[in-house]
């Protein structure tokens, strides 16, 4: 079957690094989504990676190993304002998007 | 420019009856999804439309149905709501049909079926 699998809640403190990763198997892979979610909010994009490496977007990052089924998302000079859960999607062979259920980011002053 | 809409923000239904969830987007995107959000779940596919005239089945079709009349307007429909479809409902679209592009989500309904 197909699975994505993310920690349910991290803690981090304000101004840290954290990584956040993700683990998938689908049925093929045509790439790796990374959403944010605010509490009552709805998802938004953040980035999407296809290839293996890293792709860095400001403070935020995302990095894919498609050998290895494994993805993460990291977060620099951490804010208050990024508690929030981060959603982690496959695409597979279909081009369906395979949800993960989410990481909770609580950050901490 | 509004981007998504949904409608209403949140509802109270009676088990057995039916109601009509609308999503409408001013991006003239081609696709058009709906998922169900549930605490500890991940987003799940209910139903798609890659464009105007055409709708698909997700992950979890069963007790809903859509129709694509236009571009703008996608609307879910439940016949007979029951008290498991309870849950938060997005509307989501994108430009193209790939998948590989990013989706624009609505801001959500929150349905509970007592």
């Known amino acids: 079957g197909q699975n994505i699998d993310q920690p349910t809640e991290m803690t981090a403190t304000e101004g840290a690094i954290v990584q956040i990763n993700c683990t998938y198997q689908t049925s093929g892979f045509n790439g790796l989504f990374w959403y944010q979610q605010h509490a009552g909010e709805a998802p938004t994009f953040l980035s999407y990676n296809v290839l293996d490496g890293l792709e860095e977007k400001g403070r935020f990052s995302s990095f894919l190993s498609r050998s290895k089924g494994y993805s993460y998302l990291l977060l620099k000079e951490l804010q208050m304002k990024d508690s929030a859960s981060y959603l982690c999607a496959a695409l597979d062979s279909n081009y369906q998007l395979i949800w993960g259920a989410g990481t909770k980011l609580i950050i901490k002053p | 420019t509004a981007g998504i809409t949904q409608a209403p923000t949140s509802q109270i239904l009676a088990a057995g009856r039916s109601m009509t969830l609308r999503c409408t987007q001013d991006?003239?995107?081609?696709?058009m999804y709906w998922y169900r959000q549930d605490l500890g779940l991940g987003l799940r596919l209910i139903h798609y439309?890659?464009?105007?005239?055409?709708?698909g089945k997700g992950e979890v079709p069963d007790g809903y149905s859509v129709s694509r009349a236009n571009t703008d307007d996608f609307p879910l429909t439940l016949a007979s709501a029951v008290p498991s479809q309870t849950s938060v409902y997005f509307c989501a679209s994108s430009d193209g049909t790939s998948g590989y592009n990013e989706q624009f989500f609505g801001p959500g309904t929150r349905l509970t079926v007592l």
């Open positions: 439309s890659n464009t105007a005239g055409t709708t």
């Open positions: 991006m003239r995107h081609n696709a």
